[in-house]
């Protein structure tokens, strides 16, 4: 015999038996988090975790989502085209380089698409660039400058936004066309659009509906109009704004860090400056 004590032969299963139970609990803290937040990746995770006073490694999360398949996995959808709405009025990127140190400086729009069982609605939303908010947004089966217009309208009687807005957009006949330019020059916004065929340089809007779709319209399956009208609203109003937290705000929902930052004097407020193209 070798003369081991009878504990070295259950030490090592113990340890691991631990492990298990340990990896067990972070499972389950993961998954009420993706029930209600399907696209956070580890480090929103982190950070989730930071907000409820639970200290946990990176790697330890990335080990347990990995260990037992946390991920989840979505199709990649294609936004379609509008139809032309007669002259085009076109503008030039007025963003890149822009130094933004409040909220109502650059307000970036665009339209997408909600593939239901048996047709098509469309969604157009404004979002504000400093703080990440969705400041208005509109629903309808017409992709038309109509619908823009609805959400740009919204916009405004939420924010009452003083003149001089940049109001940021690609180059879809919606947004070029003379009815919508015209409301835009009406109500004192300065017109930017996107260079031709570079969808980055509005990817702050295009980020949203990224979550949007992979977050709640896929996770969900968004079957009739009426789940859109339900459920929508509660998604942008009540989870993006409110409660979902943003690498790009310090890790805070955008009304929280928008109730922060407004609050200090604009000389301490961060500043956030938009690069060659809008990342």
């Known amino acids: 015999m070798m003369k081991l004590s009878r504990s070295s032969y259950h030490h090592e299963p113990r340890r691991e038996i631990e492990q298990t139970k340990r990896d067990l609990e972070l499972?389950?803290?993961i998954e009420k988090i993706q029930f209600r937040f399907p696209g956070y990746g580890y480090r929103r995770?982190?950070?989730h975790l930071l907000r409820e006073g639970i200290r946990?490694?990176?790697?330890?999360?990335?080990?347990?989502?990995k260990k037992f398949?946390?991920?989840?996995?979505?199709?990649?959808?294609?936004?379609?085209?509008?139809?032309?709405?007669?002259?085009?009025?076109?503008?030039?990127?007025?963003i890149r380089g822009t130094k933004i140190t409040s909220k109502n400086q650059v307000w970036a729009t665009d339209i997408t698409y909600i593939k239901l069982v048996r047709e098509y609605v469309y969604l157009a939303a404004i979002i504000d660039v400093y703080?990440?908010?969705?400041?208005?947004?509109?629903?309808s089966r017409e992709m038309s400058h109509k619908l823009c217009l609805e959400a740009l309208k919204i916009a405004l009687a939420k924010e009452n936004p003083p003149r001089g807005v940049i109001h940021h957009s690609d180059r879809g006949t919606q947004y070029s066309c003379e009815d919508y330019v015209d409301f835009l020059n009406?109500?004192?916004f300065k017109i930017s659009m996107s260079r031709l065929a570079t969808p980055e340089d509005n990817a702050f809007i295009e980020s949203f509906f990224k979550t949007l779709k992979r977050e709640e319209v896929l996770q969900k399956k968004y079957q009739t109009m009426k789940d859109v009208v339900t459920q929508l609203p509660n998604f942008i109003d009540e989870i993006y704004n409110t409660e979902r937290l943003h690498s790009a705000l310090g890790y805070k929902p955008p009304t929280e860090f928008e109730a922060e930052v407004m609050n200090l004097k604009p000389a301490k407020r961060p500043v956030q400056k938009i690069w060659g193209f809008a990342v």
Do not use: P, Y
Request: glycine share 10%; hydrophobic share 40%; charged share 35%.
């Open 27 to 29: 499972k389950e803290m």
């Open 45 to 47: 995770l982190r950070h």
């Open 56 to 65: 946990i490694n990176s790697k330890r999360i990335r080990r347990v989502v």
């Open 69 to 94: 398949e946390l991920h989840t996995s979505f199709k990649k959808a294609v936004r379609g085209k509008g139809q032309a709405l007669g002259k085009k009025l076109l503008f030039k990127n007025l």
């Open 131 to 139: 703080t990440r908010k969705i400041v208005g947004w509109a629903i």
């Open 186 to 188: 009406e109500h004192g």
